[in-house]
């Protein structure tokens, strides 16, 4: 499914649990063909779970995860094997896969174009030239889906623009779908078009992101002055005189009650959505 | 995955094969030693005593525990090694099933275990085998059915079986190490030391006292029986005659109590090939249970 129309990941009622612990519960989201996504949420949210998930490695305790097409899928580790050399990763991709569904030249070329000699050993590379190693192994099966979990952890900043330099020339050219890791918002916040928020194992926030920001309003002004309805709220903090509250749109009267009109409204930046649906208080269920 | 398995395991392998030609080669020259000078003699104590005691000795001892090295050289970083860095979830996520992946590093581990320890039996039944004939040592003792046969291959197999499994069950390579160094000896004490002589029924044969010799196999116990056919224990025997003893010869006192013969129990040495299937079918047994254990991490609900 890469013609961007259809769903690359839907997931419903999604649960899954470690014993007595819960790590997904009542995950329900979609995630539209073409897209580049961002899983965020804190560590232990259950993202790695949830992109294990869809790439087929684990089976749910609950609900269904559908998947459309083949999946990339790069680990957290990077998990390639530090002895062998890059050629040899190659080699032994292009033994693992299923000859119809390697292009071990594609593979080679990302490996070259990143500059890496593929004599030298995995060990022994930069992390960021190790991630690309990754990248382009994963890429080499010509996902329609590729899964990054935290991809970008543990690299310096130009790595970073590198990776996902690398991630975004090669998704947008082949229409992939990307769904990306990351507890910190800013690595992924230019780069995504779509949102899934994860907190404590549910899914507090997904969609595409315009319409998401579109869909709040940040509030700042003087402290104690406003009544603002609670039921907006998603996030109110107040430092010094002055407060700062994200709220639903949706909720708030229309037009604007008296008691909201002495406050500045904007809308908010990603990193204001997400820091509330991290912070707030409500644990429930899906915005 | 074949190829995948070689390539990563093949330090372990190569330390395998190192094993496996510094004991030809200390074998070969015992032999070759005794051959050149050999010192006969009427059991195997008195061998101990020569200057090829040690030879046999220590060759049995340690050859006795090698399964055991073999097995964790190359079972104990087959799995755990791949799990504990993450490199499994490149393999899972490129074309190759869990059961694929457990089923091939199984495999060609049990192959490679199976060809060491049978090259290891051979050589070591080949170059004692002067020194066992000189000195008329029973094949169902100890040391000499643990190392011989295709006992030690079962031996080797369940020591490789229970560290993979060991390993992959605890992700952790020195767990898997503590975990069989541990189910080894459990095992071997249990089998070696108490099930054994028992395999079969034991053979029993009575005659006057002093009279009764059985030539070769492995005796267990000898004993007096009294004119009704009870057996009495040496010991017993030897309590109640104590003052007896002190004034009249044995034959004399042991008649005073109605003990008219004595009694010897052994395995006789034809059942050599019984009691090599029968302890190798046990471990063979054990083997499979372990591994099929560590196959419930090929089941998706939970992570490998």
Not at chain 1, 39 to 45: D, M
Not at chain 1, 197 to 209: E, I, M, W
Not at chain 2, 106 to 113: A, F, H, R, S
Request: charged share 20%; with cysteine; hydrophobic share 50%.
């Amino acid at each position: 499914m890469t013609d961007g129309t259809g769903v690359a990941v839907r997931a419903d009622r999604l649960g899954k649990r470690y014993g007595a612990r819960w790590a997904l519960r009542d995950c329900s989201f979609e995630l539209p063909a073409g897209r580049t996504a961002a899983l965020v949420g804190p560590n232990g949210a259950g993202k790695t779970t949830l992109l294990m998930i869809a790439a087929g490695l684990l089976r749910p305790t609950a609900g269904t995860a559908e998947v459309t097409g083949s999946v990339g899928f790069l680990a957290q580790s990077k998990a390639l094997y530090r002895t062998f050399r890059v050629a040899e990763m190659l080699r032994l991709t292009g033994r693992l896969e299923a000859a119809e569904r390697w292009d071990g030249a594609y593979a080679s070329r990302l490996v070259d174009e990143a500059g890496i000699d593929t004599e030298r050993r995995v060990g022994r590379l930069t992390p960021g030239e190790r991630a690309r190693v990754a990248v382009a192994l994963a890429l080499g099966r010509r996902p329609d889906l590729l899964l990054l979990d935290e991809p970008l952890a543990e690299l310096d900043p130009l790595a970073r623009r590198q990776v996902m330099g690398m991630v975004l020339a090669e998704a947008s050219g082949a229409g992939t779908t990307v769904l990306m890791s990351s507890h910190v918002i800013a690595d992924v916040e230019e780069a995504c078009d779509h949102l899934v928020l994860l907190r404590g194992g549910r899914v507090r926030v997904a969609g595409p992101v315009d319409a998401l920001l579109d869909q709040h309003r940040l509030l700042t002004g003087p402290a104690g002055g406003a009544g603002i309805p609670a039921e907006a709220v998603v996030l109110a903090s107040t430092a010094g005189r002055q407060t700062t509250a994200l709220v639903r749109a949706a909720a708030l009267p229309s037009p604007p009650a008296k008691s909201t009109s002495g406050l500045a409204s904007a809308r908010p930046g990603l990193e204001d959505l997400v820091m509330a649906y991290l912070q707030d208080a409500n644990d429930g269920g899906a915005a | 995955m074949t190829w995948l398995v070689w390539r990563r395991q093949r330090v372990a392998f190569l330390l395998v094969v190192a094993v496996v030609l510094v004991w030809v080669v200390v074998l070969t020259s015992g032999r070759q030693a005794y051959l050149a000078a050999p010192e006969p003699t009427d059991d195997f104590i008195a061998l101990g005593m020569t200057r090829f005691g040690p030879f046999w000795g220590f060759g049995h001892s340690f050859l006795l525990i090698t399964p055991l090295l073999l097995g964790l050289l190359t079972g104990a970083g087959l799995f755990s090694r791949d799990v504990e860095q993450q490199t499994h979830l490149f393999v899972l996520t490129h074309g190759v099933s869990r059961r694929r992946w457990w089923t091939s590093g199984v495999l060609i581990g049990c192959g490679v275990v199976l060809i060491a320890a049978a090259v290891l039996s051979a050589v070591a039944s080949w170059a004692f085998a002067p020194l066992d004939v000189d000195a008329g040592e029973s094949v169902l003792s100890p040391a000499k059915f643990g190392v011989s046969g295709i006992v030690p291959l079962a031996y080797t197999l369940f020591a490789f079986a229970l560290a993979a499994a060991a390993g992959l069950l605890t992700r952790s390579a020195l767990a898997a190490v503590v975990i069989t160094v541990v189910g080894y000896a459990a095992v071997m004490i249990v089998l070696a030391g108490y099930l054994r002589v028992d395999y079969l029924p034991p053979m029993v044969v009575r005659g006057p006292i002093g009279g009764v010799e059985v030539v070769g196999g492995l005796q267990l116990n000898t004993s007096y029986v009294d004119g009704s056919g009870a057996e009495i224990g040496l010991e017993e025997a030897f309590r109640t005659l104590r003052g007896c003893y002190e004034t009249h010869d044995s034959r004399t006192c042991l008649a005073q109590i109605g003990i008219t013969e004595e009694q010897v129990t052994f395995q006789p040495d034809d059942r050599y090939w019984a009691f090599q299937a029968i302890e190798s079918t046990i471990l063979l047994l054990l083997s499979a249970a372990v591994l099929v254990v560590s196959a419930m991490r090929l089941r998706k609900d939970v992570p490998v």
